[in-house]
């Protein structure tokens, strides 16, 4: 039987785009962004100083990335910062 033996199956990771951000409290590449989708929030943590917040309501569509939550999440630090 000459059956042709497949070269190498490549696995192509899932588009999954590495989904940790810089923490803009501790500097450390730790922030984890997950989005549920159904339920409209996200939450944004940082695994190195605990650093934690959820953004809900219109700001997460289905096609929010994580990035755009990011981007949010940057803003609400750095606004929250200005007013404390
Ligand atoms: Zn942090």
Known sequence: MGRRRRQKVRRRPQRRIPDVYPCPECGNT??????YRDNKIATVRCGSCSL??????????????AVDIYGDFI??????????
């Open 30 to 35: 730790a922030v984890k962004i997950e989005i």
């Open 52 to 65: 934690e917040m959820s953004i809900d309501g219109d700001k997460v569509g289905p096609l929010t990335e």
């Open 75 to 84: 803003d609400v630090f750095y606004q929250s910062r200005e007013s404390t």
